[in-house]
């Protein structure tokens, strides 16, 4: 059983900062990747970031050089820091995490899910 608790969304303005945190939990051996997606009203759900275990870093084109994402390897945990916040950077986001439990079995896991909105 794996657990990713998140933290951090809320309400801002155009042109503000929001943090976003995610930690996961439980039967663990290791953690391949961890990221983030959002899905917004009438969309189908979009990779936002994604961090390897080796720090390798893959961004979606609408927020390169706006996002970025960092990720403690010992802790198990990944954030996401977003500036310049737009508009249409609303949507719900998801932490993901492809983990292995025990060796030679890869799972991914999803957290709740947290509401950002950018509106002034």
């Known amino acids: 059983q794996v657990q990713l608790v998140e933290s951090g969304g809320g309400l801002v303005q155009p042109g503000g900062s929001l943090r976003l945190s995610c930690a996961a939990s439980?039967?663990?051996?290791?953690?391949?990747?961890m990221g983030w997606y959002r899905q917004a009203p009438g969309k189908q759900r979009e990779l936002v970031a994604v961090?390897?275990?080796?720090?390798?870093?893959n961004y979606a084109d609408s927020v390169k050089g706006r996002f970025t994402i960092s990720r403690d390897n010992a802790k198990n945990t990944v954030a996401l820091q977003m500036n310049s916040l737009k508009p249409e950077d609303t949507a719900v986001y998801y932490c993901?995490?492809?983990?292995?439990?025990?060796?030679?079995?890869?799972?991914?896991?999803w957290g709740q899910g947290t509401q950002v909105t950018v509106s002034s």
């Open positions: 993901n995490a492809l983990v292995r439990p025990r060796p030679g079995i890869s799972t991914a896991y």
């Open positions: 961090i390897t275990s080796g720090g390798s870093t």
């Open positions: 439980g039967s663990i051996f290791s953690i391949n990747s």
